[in-house]
C-alpha cells in the first residue's frame, strides 16, 4: 500500500507531546553564559557615548561589549554596499530595539540586570517610520552615503494609461497590506560554543547550512570547524532565515571567553528584533470590459524595508510583482515598485512573502469590477480565469510561467461546499432585516509561487544554491537514515520523507529515520522557506531512493539467483514474483551489499546508499479558491467569521493530515493580518506600541472560525513527486476572502474597501460614514 | 538586583520532592522548573502570562509558570507535562494530539496538554465553547487550533465512553 497519499501519524510527536523535544534554550552546557542586548531606545539618533563602567562593576557579570569591539569583523552579511548593518550599532541607531551593546554575564539575570545599568547617551535625529514619511520633502536619509531614503525602484515601460482608457471601465483601490509580526512562538535562541577544534552554534533557525555557510565566511574560520546545528525549532514562518547580530556576535564571545554562550530573546525583544513582513502600499487600477473581462491591470507598490535592506525583503516587492495578474487572463499588465528605508524594525519574508500582498490586492480589485458591473463576483472571476487548456502559462513576466491549475474546477467546488447561492439569497433577505447582522460573503482565488526553485532562483536571495540534498544511508540490517537537507520548524518532515522513502525502498515506515537540521551530518542544505520541503527535498528522497533500490534489486537477484525484473519488494523483502517462498529480507541484502564476496562484482561494498542534489526546472504554483461568510454587528462593528471554505490544489498530496494542518496554520495566520494583527509605531518617536502579545492580537482558539476543506488537484510537471508545496496557501488565500467578505457586508453604506486589520472600530467608522472616514 | 544564593527549599513536583539548589528567591517556577530541576518541558515563550506555554498544574489550578515564584510554591502538589503520561508512556490526552494532528513545530504544545488534562479534569464534558475559553490562554502560532480542539472532543469521549487509557493515574 502506498504511503504517500495517506494520513500518517506523525514521527516526531511522542518527544514534542511529552516534553522531551530539544530546542534551543532547553540545553545549558556546563559554564554556559549568558549574553543579553542593550538595545535602542532611540528610533533614529546618533550615539554619542556609552557608558559600562557600572554593569561592569556588578558581580557575576562577565564582559560588556561595544561595535569598538567588533571592529575585526565586517557588517552583517546580505546587506547593500551603502546600507550595512553593522552587528551592533556603529554611530547610529535606526530602529527601536536595534542591538548597541552586549552584556555577558553568570546567568540570564545578572545579564538582565546589567543591561539596565548600562546607559546610552543619543542625540536624536528626525524619526521616519512610513513610507511617505521617509520621502517627503523633509526627511533625512537614514543612510546619508545612500543619499535617499529610496533604496530600489524597478519602474514601468508602459503605464498602460492608453490601454486602460480605452476600457469601458476602470476601477482603482490605494491598498495597504499592514504590517505583521511573524510571531513563532519560540523567540531567537542561539547558543555558541567555540573550542580549539571547531566552532558549535546551535540556533532556532530554518536554514542551518545557510547560518553555516556565512557564518564560517564572517568568522574568517573554514566551513569544517564550523558546526550548526538546527534542533526541534518551534516555528519559523520565515523570521529564521534572517541575519540577526546574535547569531555572529555569541561565536565571537564564545571564544573570548572560552565558555559556552546563549542568547534567549524576550518576548519583547522577539516583536522588535526579528524581521516583520509585509508593509506594502499599492495602487492598483484594472480597465475592464461591460461583461467584466480584464483587459489591462496597473500595480504600483511600495514596499517598507524597515531599517536596513534585508536580502528577502528587498525581494518581497519582486515576488508582489511578478503575481500581481493572480489567476486571471489579462492581456496587459504593468509593473512597478520602490522600495523605502524607514525607522523601524526590518521587514523580510514572513509566511507568503510578497504573493499574500500579490493575492490580496488582485483579489480586491476583481471585487471592485464586480461591484461597479453589478455582476456576480463569482461570474468576474469565471469570465477572466486563465483556462485550464492554457497551461504551462507564460504570464507578463517571463521569470513566471504557471505550471498548472484547474481554477473554474476549484472555484466550483468552493461554491458547492459554501452553498452559495443559498448564502447569496440569505444576504438578500437580510438586507431589508436591521433585526439581523448584516451577512457577507467573500471569494478569493488565489494563486502563488513556490516550490522555490529553479536554479539562480535563491541565488537572489542569497542562497548557496536552490536545489535541495538527500542522502539515503541502508544500514547493515536493513533499516534507513534518510538525511535531508531542509531543516523543518514544525512541518514534519521526519513523517513526510519516512513516507515518501518507504514507498521508494520498500521498507517500512518504522524503520526510517529521518535526519535533518546538523550541519556535521547532513552533507549540504539549503532550508525550508518558500514552500519547499516536498517539492524539492521530497523529489530529492524519492529519486535518491529509488536509485538506492535499482542497486539492492541486483543484489537480491544475485542472491537470489533470479532475475531483477522478477522481483518485487514487499514487506521488507525481495519476493521473486509467482515463486511463493522464494525471497530475501531487505536485512539480509543491506548485510550482504557491505560484504564483496556477496554482491555482483559491478557492484562495490556499500553501494546502498545515494546522495543526491535535485534540481527543478521551474518554480511551482499552488492554488484554490475559498470562500468566507461573516456576520457583521449593525451596533458594534464586530465580525464572526460564519463560515470558510479552503479548496486548495497543492499537487500531489504526501499526506492529507500535514497538508491540511499546514492550510489551517496559514489561514489562522491569513484571518488574524484579516481581522487582528498589524504592527504600529507612534509616528513621531519610532517607539513600537504593539511589542508584547498582550498589544499584539495572536488570536486564541477562541478568536477563529472552523474550517471546511475541500480539494482539486492538478500535478506540478516540474518535479518527480508531482507536489507543489502547501506552506504558505493559507496564508496567501485567507485575506482578500475575510476582507471581500466584509466589504460585501457592508456594500450597502457604500463601502468600497477597508484596510486591514479590519477592526470592529474601523467597520463601526465605515458604517456611519459610507467609508469615506 | 539579583544574587545567586544557594538558598535551599523544596518543592513537590509530579509527585517527588525535590530539592532546589542555587536558585535566588526571585526565580520564577518555570526557570526553578527547567534549569534547576531539569524539567524543561513547560516552555519559556513570553514570560508575561500572555502564551501560555508555561502552564502547569499547581494544587488542581492550572497558571502560567513564568508568574509564579518557584519558592511560593513549596508545600503545593506541581504537576508538569513530565507528570502526565504513565511510565513514560503517552496520556490518553497526548495520544488524542498525536491521533488528531495537534502537533506542529511543538513549542506550545506542553501548555497545551497540561491546560486539556486539568480542563477535563474538572470537566468530562465540555461544550465547544467551553473549550475554546479554557484554551483561549494558549496561543498556538502553527495548528490554527482545529485539530487542537479535535483532540480534546476526541479524548473527551473516550474519556466518557469508559475507554480511557492510562491517564487517570498518571494525571493524578
Ligand atoms: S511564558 Fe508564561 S505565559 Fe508565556
Ligand atoms: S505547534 Fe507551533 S505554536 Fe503550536
Known amino acids: 500500500m502506498s504511503l504517500v497519499g495517506a494520513k500518517v501519524l506523525r514521527k516526531e510527536d511522542p518527544r514534542l507531546l511529552s516534553g522531551t523535544g530539544t530546542y534551543v534554550d532547553d540545553l545549558s552546557p556546563a559554564q554556559c553564559a549568558f549574553a543579553s542586548f542593550v538595545t ?56 527601536v530595539g536595534e542591538p548597541v551593546a552586549v552584556v555577558v554575564a553568570e546567568d540570564r539575570y545578572i545579564a538582565a540586570d546589567a543591561v539596565a545599568a548600562v546607559t546610552v547617551s543619543y542625540s536624536p535625529l528626525k524619526v521616519m517610520t512610513t513610507i511617505e514619511d521617509a520621502t517627503a520633502g523633509d526627511s533625512v536619509p537614514l543612510f546619508p552615503r545612500h543619499g535617499s531614503n529610496v533604496i530600489t525602484i524597478v519602474p514601468t515601460m508602459d503605464d498602460l494609461e492608453k490601454e486602460l482608457a480605452k476600457c469601458h471601465g476602470r476601477a482603482s483601490l490605494h491598498i495597504v497590506n499592514q504590517r505583521c509580526a511573524a510571531v513563532p512562538i519560540e523567540p531567537m535562541a542561539v547558543l555558541a560554543d567555540w573550542k580549539p577544534d571547531g566552532l558549535t552554534v546551535w540556533a532556532t533557525f530554518q536554514a542551518p547550512h545557510h547560518l553555516r555557510n556565512y557564518l564560517a565566511t564572517w568568522l574568517d574560520i573554514p566551513q569544517m570547524n564550523c558546526r550548526v ?55 492598483i487600477e484594472v480597465g475592464y470590459e461591460k461583461d467584466g473581462t480584464i483587459k489591462a491591470l496597473r500595480l504600483i507598490v511600495s514596499q517598507n524595508l524597515g531599517a536596513y535592506g534585508d536580502p528577502t525583503g528587498l525581494g518581497l516587492a519582486v515576488l508582489t510583482t511578478w503575481m500581481a495578474a493572480g489567476a486571471y487572463r489579462i492581456p496587459k499588465v504593468s509593473t512597478s515598485f520602490r522600495t523605502v528605508v524607514t525607522n523601524t524594525t526590518p521587514v523580510a519574508a514572513y509566511r507568503g512573502a510578497g504573493r499574500p500582498e500579490a493575492a490580496y490586492s488582485i483579489e480586491r480589485i476583481v471585487d471592485q469590477v464586480a461591484r461597479q458591473t453589478g455582476l456576480d463576483p463569482a461570474v468576474v472571476r469565471q469570465r477572466n480565469f486563465i483556462p485550464p487548456s492554457a497551461f504551462p502559462y507564460e504570464t507578463h513576466n517571463e521569470a513566471v510561467v504557471y505550471d498548472s491549475a484547474d481554477f473554474p474546477a476549484a472555484l466550483a467546488e468552493c461554491l458547492r461546499i459554501v452553498d452559495y447561492d443559498a448564502v447569496r439569497a440569505e444576504q438578500k433577505a437580510r438586507r431589508n432585516d436591521p433585526s439581523k447582522p448584516l451577512l457577507g460573503i467573500g471569494l478569493s482565488c488565489w494563486l502563488e509561487i513556490a516550490g522555490f526553485g529553479p536554479n539562480g532562483s535563491l541565488e537572489g536571495f542569497g542562497h548557496l544554491a536552490s536545489w535541495e540534498s538527500a542522502q539515503v544511508r541502508i544500514q ?87 532475475a531483477e525484473e522478477d522481483l518485487e519488494v514487499v514487506d521488507d523483502a525481495f519476493n521473486v514474483k509467482g515463486s511463493p517462498g522464494k525471497k530475501v529480507s531487505w536485512g539480509d541484502v543491506a548485510w550482504a551489499s557491505f560484504q564483496p564476496l556477496r554482491i555482483p562484482p559491478e557492484l562495490q561494498a556499500g553501494s546502498l546508499e545515494e546522495r543526491l542534489f535535485q534540481e527543478s526546472p521551474n518554480f511551482s504554483y499552488p492554488s484554490g479558491a475559498y470562500a468566507c461568510v461573516v456576520e457583521i454587528d449593525r451596533e458594534t462593528g464586530d465580525v464572526t467569521i460564519r463560515d470558510m471554505v479552503l479548496v486548495d490544489d497543492c499537487g500531489t498530496v504526501i499526506n492529507p493530515l500535514l497538508a491540511e494542518g499546514q492550510v489551517h496554520g496559514g489561514v489562522a495566520q491569513g484571518i488574524a493580518q484579516a481581522l487582528y ?36 488537484t492538478t500535478l506540478c510537471p516540474n518535479n518527480p513527486l508531482g507536489a507543489k508545496g502547501i506552506g504558505e496557501s493559507g496564508s496567501v488565500g485567507a485575506p482578500p476572502a475575510v476582507i471581500n467578505a466584509i466589504v460585501d457586508a457592508l456594500s450597502e453604506f457604500g463601502v468600497d474597501h477597508i484596510d486591514m486589520p479590519a477592526t470592529p472600530e474601523k467597520i463601526w467608522k465605515a458604517m456611519k460614514s459610507g467609508g469615506n472616514s | 538586583m539579583t544574587a545567586i544564593g544557594s538558598e535551599i527549599y523544596s518543592l513537590n513536583v509530579n509527585g517527588r520532592e525535590l530539592p532546589v539548589r542555587d536558585s535566588w528567591i526571585g526565580e520564577s517556577l518555570l526557570f526553578v522548573l527547567r534549569e534547576r530541576l531539569g524539567l524543561p518541558g513547560a516552555k519559556g515563550a513570553c514570560e508575561q502570562g500572555e502564551c501560555g506555554s508555561c502552564t502547569v498544574i499547581i494544587d488542581d489550578k492550572a497558571v502560567c509558570s513564568c508568574l509564579v515564584l518557584a519558592a511560593s510554591a513549596q508545600g503545593a502538589a506541581i504537576r508538569t507535562v513530565e507528570g502526565l503520561g504513565p511510565d513514560g508512556r503517552l496520556s490518553d490526552v497526548q495520544q488524542s494530539f498525536l491521533d488528531a494532528g495537534g502537533v506542529q513545530c511543538g513549542f506550545c504544545t506542553p501548555g497545551f496538554i497540561v491546560a486539556v488534562h486539568h480542563l477535563l479534569d474538572g470537566n468530562p464534558d465540555p461544550s465547544d465553547l467551553e473549550i475554546k475559553e479554557a484554551l483561549s490562554g494558549n496561543i498556538c502560532r502553527c495548528t490554527g487550533y482545529g485539530r487542537i480542539l479535535d483532540a480534546v472532543k476526541q479524548v473527551a469521549v473516550s474519556r466518557r465512553s469508559g475507554s480511557r487509557g492510562d491517564s487517570k493515574e498518571g494525571a493524578r
Do not use: C
Not at chain 1, 535533518?516 to 520541503?533: C, E, F, K, N, Y
Not at chain 1, 494583527?677 to 472560525?705: F, I, K, M, R, W
Open chain 1, 677 to 712: 494583527e498589524g504592527v504600529s509605531y507612534d509616528s513621531s518617536t519610532g517607539q513600537p506600541v504593539t511589542a508584547n502579545l498582550l498589544d499584539y492580537l495572536v488570536p486564541s482558539a477562541a478568536d477563529l472560525p472552523d474550517y471546511k476543506v475541500g480539494r482539486t
Open chain 1, 40 to 95: 535602542s531606545a532611540e528610533a533614529h539618533a546618533t550615539i554619542d557615548a556609552i557608558d559600562v563602567r557600572a554593569a561592569l562593576a556588578i558581580p557575576g557579570v562577565l564582559a560588556v561589549y561595544t561595535a569598538a569591539d567588533f571592529t575585526d569583523y565586517p557588517d552583517l552579511p546580505g546587506g547593500l554596499p551603502t546600507l550595512e548593518r553593522p552587528a551592533l550599532a556603529r554611530n547610529t541607531v535606526r530602529f
Open chain 1, 476 to 562: 547493515p540490517d536493513g533499516s534507513a537514515i534518510v538525511y535531508s537537507g531542509s531543516s523543518p520548524h514544525g512541518q514534519g518532515h521526519e513523517t513526510m520523507l519516512s513516507q515518501i522513502a518507504s514507498d521508494e525502498l520498500g521498507i517500512s515506515f518504522d524503520r526510517i529515520k529521518v535526519i535533518t537540521g546538523d550541519t556535521a551530518a547532513v552533507l549540504q542544505g539549503i532550508g525550508t522557506m518558500g514552500s519547499r520541503g516536498a517539492p524539492t527535498a521530497g523529489s530529492a528522497v524519492k529519486v535518491a531512493s529509488s536509485r538506492v533500490l535499482t542497486r539492492a534489486k541486483r543484489i537480491a537477484a544475485h542472491l537470489l539467483e533470479a
Open chain 1, 229 to 283: 546545528v538546527a534542533p526541534d525549532v518551534g516555528g519559523g514562518f520565515g523570521s529564521k532565515i534572517v541575519w540577526y547580530p546574535e547569531l555572529f556576535i555569541a561565536p565571537v564571545i564564545s571564544k573570548l571567553l572560552r565558555r559556552p554562550v546563549k542568547f534567549a530573546q524576550t518576548r519583547t525583544e522577539a516583536m522588535m528584533q526579528m524581521a516583520h513582513g509585509r508593509d506594502q502600499v499599492h495602487d
